[in-house]
C-alpha cells in the first residue's frame, strides 16, 4: 500500500515539473503568435523603409509571405493597407496578390526576431520594375502656401512643389476626414508621387498624394 501511494507521489510530481501538457503548450505558442502579430498590427508609424521580393504565399487579406535575395519575410498589414498597381498610380483599381509577384512594399523599420522575420506594411505595390516607379513614402515637416500652390517639406528634409488643385487621396483609416490639401499638414505620413520632368534640383513637383495616417 506504501508503495502505491509512493508511485502516486512521484507521478503527481512528474506532472506538477512538466508543466503544461503538449496540448497547452500549443496554447501558449499560439497566444504568443497572436500577441505577436497584434503587436505588429498596432504598430505606430515610427520609421519605415523599402522592402521587396516575389510572393511565396499569400494568406487571407493581412499576409503575404515574399522571398528575396537575403531572406524570407512576411508582410503584414490590414484591410486598409493600400495595394497599388505602380502603372496605374493611387488608382482603385482592385490589385491581385498572388504567389510569384514580385512586389515592393513601403514597411515598418520594426521586424520581428521571428523566422522568417515579421514587419507591417503601409503600402504595397505590384507592377513596378525599379524603387523609381514608386511614390516617396514622408512624414510632413511642415507645408506652406506660397504663389501658386504650397511648398511641402519632408522631415528628412526632401521638398515637393503642390499645385493648389492637386490630387489629394487618403487611406480609409487614416483619421483624415476629407482627401483635401487640409489633409496634409505637420506629422502625417504620406505616399507623393512626382513628376520628373518638371521637378527642379532641390525641389520636386508632386502630381498626387495620399494620406496614410494623421
Do not use: H
Request: with cysteine; proline share 3%; glycine share 6%.
Amino acid at each position: 500500500m506504501k508503495k502505491i501511494i509512493f508511485l502516486t507521489a512521484v507521478v503527481l510530481t512528474i506532472a506538477l515539473l512538466s508543466g503544461c501538457t503538449p496540448k497547452e503548450d500549443k496554447q501558449m505558442d499560439d497566444q504568443a503568435g497572436m500577441t505577436e502579430d497584434s503587436t505588429m498590427q498596432e504598430d505606430s508609424f515610427q520609421g519605415f523603409q523599402l522592402e521587396s521580393g516575389t510572393i511565396v504565399s499569400v494568406e487571407g487579406d493581412n499576409r503575404v509571405l515574399i522571398k528575396n535575395e537575403n531572406q524570407e519575410v512576411v508582410l503584414n498589414s490590414s484591410k486598409s493597407t493600400p495595394k497599388i498597381d505602380a502603372m496605374a498610380g493611387a488608382s482603385p483599381k482592385k490589385v491581385v496578390l498572388e504567389k510569384d509577384r514580385n512586389i515592393f512594399a513601403w514597411v515598418s523599420s520594426a521586424y520581428t526576431a521571428s523566422m522568417p522575420p515579421q514587419t507591417m506594411a503601409y503600402a504595397i505595390f505590384v507592377n513596378a520594375e525599379t524603387a523609381d516607379d514608386l511614390p516617396a513614402m514622408i512624414e510632413v515637416e511642415s507645408i506652406t502656401e506660397e504663389e501658386g500652390g504650397y511648398l511641402l517639406t519632408a522631415m528628412d528634409g526632401k521638398k515637393w512643389m503642390l499645385s493648389k488643385d492637386i490630387e489629394v487621396n487618403r487611406q480609409a483609416d487614416s483619421g483624415i476626414e476629407k482627401s483635401e490639401i487640409k489633409a496634409v499638414q505637420q506629422g502625417v505620413i504620406a505616399l507623393v508621387w512626382k513628376n520628373d520632368e518638371d521637378s527642379m534640383e532641390d525641389i520636386s513637383t508632386a502630381v498626387k498624394v495620399m494620406v496614410l495616417k494623421k
